[in-house]
């Protein structure tokens, strides 16, 4: 197997800091489908694919990393560099997920999940070990369309990110940490679109990054993670959720409160929308997997019908 260093799209192959390692899953893993809830949006800074390759900055608690994950027969390989290189490799299996029990998972009787399955075979949740990393887009994706929260993800990375190290695309760059976040002044937030209460959470988070991250040793989500998250004024069970998917690869936090999630569960499973409350009630015989079976019906390509009311885009920036 070869593990030459991938290129970047200039062409550039840098060696310096650069680690490796292939990760051996002993069955099916679907890269791009596994890696695909990191993304916010086509022009996240944070994360490109590129010739096949996925290619990630990551904020580890070893500093940044650039991130090269591709798959290689029946292994994936993982390059990285920066000085969380070897933070990033050292969990690069979980990120690709490993630790992802589907024991007890049957959807045999339900024909269109049953379906979704077969054609996913190899999609996992991943597991990314960092909980401020992907709380703080969580809450800027609060009450607002996808298309504004990724633009202010975009604008506050590239004004106070860092740039990906070794041979990232050009443009990558890696989130700031929680004091970076922590000195982001008040007309940086409102230029990004922002508005004083959703900046406010993100400022209470990274106060607490340390308590947020021993949240991790409690495993893959649960009670004890919604609870300790949700004790952030400003931060709800939806938001609570989108976190512990990603950092915790809880394979059982549906985001309850999403504009879109309710109804495209509801017309998937039974041909009709349905609020948070149905939505709860068709996912429970799948109660350990909820989240697990709304990932299967967003990767099943599977479309709600389009119409439904547009949320309505709020600009607090000329305020």
Known sequence: MSLAPPVSASGRVD??????TVYRPGGAVDVASTLRPLQRGSG???????????????????????????????????????????????????????????????VSGHAFLAAARHRQ????????NTVVAMLVPAIMEQKVTSRQAWGAWRYLLRRHGTPAPGPAPAGMMVPPDAATWARIPSWEWHRAGLEPGRSATVMRAVKLAPALE???????????????????????????????????????????GDFHVPALVGWALTGAPVDDDGMLELLEPWRGHRERVVRLIGGSGFRKPAFGPRLTIQDHRGH
Do not use: K, N
Not at 15 to 20: E, F, H, L
Not at 121 to 128: F, N, S
């Open 15 to 20: 060696d310096a800091s650069r680690v490796d």
């Open 44 to 106: 996240d800074p944070a994360y490109q694919v590129v010739g096949g390759v996925v290619w990630l900055a990551l904020r580890t608690p070893q500093g940044p990393a650039s991130v090269a994950v591709r798959r290689t027969g029946d292994a994936v390989a993982v390059s990285a560099w920066g000085d969380g290189a070897s933070w990033a490799v050292a969990h690069a299996p979980e990120l690709l997920g490993r630790g992802d029990d589907q024991d007890g998972f049957d």
């Open 121 to 128: 075979p190899g999609l996992r949740l991943l597991r990314t």
């Open 214 to 256: 021993r949240t991790l040793a409690h495993g893959r989500g649960g009670d004890a993670v919604s609870a300790a998250l949700q004790s952030i004024p400003g931060v709800g069970r939806w938001t609570a959720a989108e976190t512990a998917q990603r950092s915790h690869g809880d394979p059982d936090s549906p985001s309850v």
